[in-house]
């Protein structure tokens, strides 16, 4: 064939696919090999060879690909091949609680890709007064020009007077299909009213979405608050106490029930206790479409944090709970009733922490964490032989992209997949601490926690974005990933 002949070819091939594909765009690189490395996917392990053309796998072969030509070709002898991570939970350039968290787009996939994850759904929040459609476009103009992965959109219902549920059906059809709604933060104006939460899951659960609930329950919080302030108890360590397992299981229970009554499938994010972990599990013996996230402070720490100087950097919400907690969000993984651990990446440095050092209340809330998905479970979940290495991609990935409905161009390794693979160094072991990690702040909670075995390459489409912890991609070449609806109830998660 002459070369004109092939490049009309080629062109018309790449017409095809991005007519079938959507949004595909190829940067950077045009092929790449990967060699001898082992495939790991949610179902098999296997070795194998990739090949990525134009951002999409387009071979995997079990007798090697040696012969064909590509523009890099990366040993990965004695390395694990991964889906690149998918972390659903992320709130890069956010204003909460009177600041803007530390990191944005540039700075937050950094550290995302570094970590091996190729897809963030990061939280756009409504503003209020505002319409729903304002805060996806303003999220989007955060992460144009600074994304060096992909990402989509949760979007935060906060004000259901400033628009209605109506609204809801353009938010899906801009591609936009799963929602977040606050049982809490009544002073900060983020919580729903109930009946409000029931409107959001019934319009979204018609259109085929999914509602992700913050829950703790308000009225517990702000009595307990209101008593240690009156008492003069103001460190960090009333935050936790303020915030006692019963409140997440009464709103974990109740969002349930709504999920139930909405016919709404409900996707509870950072579940952080025991309590909250069986709720969630007597929904899904009911047979109600409920499943949960938990996060990696859940899985290393216990709440003896909140006893250390440094405790207000370990102020989230909900906080960090029990050692029986975190065994507890362990064997929720290991028996499936938590499905992801994302990483509610809501970074504060030093000095925004410290606008809370005479009243817990003031502590921005929130921790860094996308880096270290992958690296948590790698070694607390497969070393420890608390999880499979299929259960590992399972909870870092395909989980993820099915419940957000990426799958299978997200989650897996697969021919026709985006070319979104992470290679892990199993003998590769890396001090988490700040230097050694991506985000902005000037501290890292991991500082003495030593992960052994490591992402050492992560390519997202086909174009490596880290190697070696050193990053390689150019500022804005993340795509947004727009989602469709599912029909009620037929998620994969759910089959
Ligand atoms: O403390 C947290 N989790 N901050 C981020 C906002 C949220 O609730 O996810
Ligand atoms: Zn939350
Ligand atoms: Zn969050």
Redesign the pocket.
């Known amino acids: 064939m002459g070369r004109k002949a092939y490049e009309v070819l080629l062109f018309a091939h790449g017409w095809y696919r991005s007519l079938l594909e959507g949004a595909r765009i190829s940067h950077g690189l045009a092929s790449i090999i990967i060699r001898n490395g082992k495939v790991v996917t949610s179902l098999e392990n296997f070795e194998a060879d990739v090949e990525i053309e134009d951002g999409v796998i387009t071979r995997i072969s079990r007798s090697g690909l040696s012969g064909h030509p590509a523009d890099r070709v990366y040993n990965a002898e004695g390395k694990l091949l991964l889906p690149g991570c998918i972390d659903g ?1 992320t ?1 890069f350039e ?1 204003p ?1 609680m009177g600041t803007t ?1 530390a990191d944005d787009f540039l700075s937050g996939t950094a550290s995302a890709a570094a970590g091996g994850v190729t897809t963030v759904v990061d ?1 756009a929040i409504q503003q209020s007064g505002g319409s729903m459609m304002q805060a996806v476009e303003a999220w989007k103009r955060k992460a144009v020009g600074k994304a060096l992965i992909d990402y989509s959109f949760h979007l935060i219902v906060r004000d259901l007077k400033a628009t209605d549920t109506e609204e809801i059906s353009n938010i899906v059809s801009a591609g936009v299909t799963s929602f ?1 709604v ?1 049982t809490t ?1 009544r002073k900060e104006g ?1 919580m729903l009213e109930d009946g409000g939460i029931l409107d959001v899951m019934r319009r979204v659960g018609q259109l085929g979405g999914l509602v992700a609930v ?1 829950a703790e329950n308000n009225g517990i919080i702000e009595s307990n608050v209101e008593k240690f302030l009156k008492e003069n108890m103001r460190s960090a360590r009333y935050h936790r106490l303020s915030r006692p397992q019963e409140a997440e299981r009464e709103a974990v229970q109740r969002a349930i029930y709504f999920s139930g009554i909405a016919g709404c499938p409900t996707y509870i ?2 579940l952080s206790s025991s309590e909250g972990r069986n709720a969630v599990k007597e929904g899904q013996l009911r047979g109600l479409p409920v499943f949960a996230e938990t996060c990696p402070h859940y899985l290393i720490f216990d709440d003896s944090v909140y006893d250390r100087p440094d405790a207000a950097n370990f ?4 906080p960090i709970k029990g050692k029986e907690d975190r065994a507890a969000l362990w064997e929720g993984l290991r028996e499936g009733v938590v499905k992801t651990v994302a990483s ?1 990446h ?1 970074d504060f440095d030093t000095h925004q922490k410290s606008l809370g050092k005479d009243d817990f209340t003031k502590i ?4 860094a964490g996308t880096e270290v998905i992958l690296p948590v479970l790698f070694t607390e979940g497969y070393r420890k032989g608390r999880l499979s290495l299929n259960q590992v991609v399972q909870a870092s990935s395909t989980n993820a992209a099915r419940a957000y409905n990426m799958f299978p161009r997200k989650g897996t390794i697969a021919v026709g997949s985006d070319g979104d693979i992470v290679v892990l160094d199993p003998a590769k072991k890396v001090r988490l601490t700040q230097e050694n990690l991506h985000s902005k702040i000037d501290y890292s909670i991991y500082e003495d926690y030593v992960a052994e075995g490591y992402p050492v390459l992560t390519v997202s489409r086909g174009e490596i974005v880290s190697e070696d912890n050193q990053i390689t991609a150019k500022p804005g070449r993340g795509v947004f990933v727009p989602r469709s609806g599912y029909m009620p109830h037929k998620s994969p998660l759910f089959d």
Request: aromatic content about 18%; charged content about 10%; cysteine-free.
């Open positions: 939970h709130h956010m909460f968290t939280f977040k606050f933060y983020l913050h994010v950072h102020v989230m919400s909900p509610d809501a921005p809330n929130g921790v």
